[in-house]
């Protein structure tokens, strides 16, 4: 290069650039569009309410992409970020990193219901996995592939005891344990089936045969219990309990997830007719929201199945092929005849899931759930051993979590949270805690905290 040599850069500036990577569309484009379809506006396109259109300007500054992704890194370093020891229904695992690899491919993450079996035969096989993973963890013969959530799979199991069940009644049983939200869903559901939701009390954190005698009756459509509970405790009496529900001709639902199903006695084998719960223990973290209704059932409700089926066939070749087999939703059949108004389900999560479960293996998924056990009842005794804190409240077997008593719950967890760990205040005098493969490296400065807290 010689001193004559004049360099020259290409122009950068927002009135040369052709819209940006999320509205590409420039002036030019947009106008040639609307005059395509004959509209000089594009607000013109949408029907808004006055009541609700928003005229004003929302004060954000246009930016490049780098701009934008550094200015918001920036913004959300500044949230803390501390070691969470939560659970109560969500959980956290470690999920490796081929489930990142396999599920972000184009054709699984653009991939919307898989309506074309010529087409769609990778995820319907996955799909297919997912349901017999479900099939193999509960004893039951029929699993669906997937719903919303663990609330909405119980309302489902609700309204589908209230279909099949011989005899007339109008009442569900569930546990005082529930959590709120998740009975907030079931009520929902069943008030369109005039059915009633009542709750069964618990001694020591799980229900026993006596307590349900006293509460059942041959009105009751459906017993619900979970194991492990909202307390992370593990039920210990399902099979006097399925007995008891049969001979009131009820239905037994079960809320449980796939871990804990790898270590806990198979639902079919206790008289469990119906399993939901939460499968994004596996393939997702937390989202504190969004989750993976599992639904698993008994071959003789069949055609009383919510959402969709994935089964196997053979195409005109005589190789193995999958479709969706049994869709019983309103949108595809007559309404009179439709189980449920579910619209779609969490196919990619339950993707996810499946390869989770699937490079663990069933040795694998096993050793887990052992984890879970084991860091549960060792974490509580350790806590146990200081002063001033008594762990873990309930004299049970547990899975994740437990409840610990301390003096002020509140001023407890407020210092454990400035010690850089997040806690669960259940009342005045109780704490819970989570741990699982997530965290345990972090259990020996937990515990440091809770000792230094309290003394």
């Keep these: 290069m010689n001193g004559n040599t004049t360099l020259t850069t290409r122009e950068t500036t927002d009135e040369k650039q052709t819209g940006t990577p999320f509205a590409p569309q420039t002036d030019e484009d947009v106008a040639a569009m609307l005059e395509a379809i004959g509209v000089s506006d594009v607000d013109e396109l949408f029907d808004i309410p006055d009541a609700v259109r928003f005229d004003e300007s929302f004060d954000i500054d246009a930016g490049s992409e780098q701009t934008v992704v550094r200015e918001l890194t920036e913004t959300l370093e500044r949230n803390d970020a501390p070691i969470e020891f939560l659970g109560r229904g969500h959980y956290a695992h470690h999920v490796p990193s081929l489930v990142d690899h396999i599920s972000l491919r184009s054709e699984f993450i653009t991939s919307y219901t898989q309506y074309q079996p010529e087409i769609t035969q990778g995820f319907l096989q996955v799909l297919f996995e997912y349901q017999s993973l479900l099939v193999e963890l509960t004893g039951l013969e029929i699993a669906n ?3 919303y959530d663990a609330a909405t799979a119980l309302g489902e199991a609700a309204t589908l005891a209230d279909r099949v069940r011989e005899t007339t009644g109008d009442r569900i049983l569930v546990p005082d344990y529930i959590r709120a939200e998740r009975r907030d869903v079931l009520e929902n559901y069943v008030a369109g089936a005039d059915l009633v939701v009542e709750e ?3 001694d020591d954190g799980v229900t026993t ?24 405790v593990l039920e210990e009496h399902l099979e006097e309990i399925g007995e008891i529900v049969s001979a009131h001709d009820g239905m037994f639902c079960l809320g ?8 806990l006695r198979s639902p079919a084998d206790v008289g469990v007719d119906v399993v939901v719960g939460d499968a994004s223990v596996l393939g997702m973290g937390p989202s504190y929201g969004m989750g993976l209704g599992l639904f698993a059932c008994r071959e003789a409700y069949l055609r009383q199945v919510p959402g969709r089926l994935v089964g196997a066939s053979r195409d005109d070749d005589g190789n193995r092929a999958f479709t969706l087999t049994l869709q019983t939703r309103e949108q595809h059949i007559r309404r009179e005849r439709a189980t449920s108004n579910i619209c779609t389900n969490q196919a990619w999560v339950a993707l996810r899931a499946a390869i989770h479960a699937a490079s663990l293996g069933p040795s694998g998924l096993v050793s887990l759930a052992k984890r879970c056990h084991r860091l549960a009842e060792q974490t509580a005794s350790r806590l146990e051993e200081i002063e001033g804190v008594s762990a873990p409240v309930r004299d049970r077997h547990h899975f994740r979590e437990f409840r610990a008593r301390v003096d002020d719950a509140n001023a407890v967890a407020t210092a454990i949270e400035a010690n850089g760990f997040a806690i669960h205040v259940v009342d005045e005098e109780t704490v819970q805690i989570c ?7 972090r259990i020996d400065e937990l515990v440091d905290a809770f000792t230094e807290v309290v003394n």
Excluded: F, K, Q
């Design 200 to 202: 069964l009390p618990a």
């Design 209 to 232: 045969p006596e307590i349900l005698e006293e509460a059942i009756d041959d009105d009751v459509v459906m017993t619900y219990l979970e194991s492990p509970t909202t307390d992370g």
């Design 435 to 441: 741990v699982s493969d997530r965290n345990e490296h």
């Design 256 to 263: 449980t997830d796939p871990v804990a199903l790898a270590l």
């Design 145 to 147: 592939c997937s719903m």
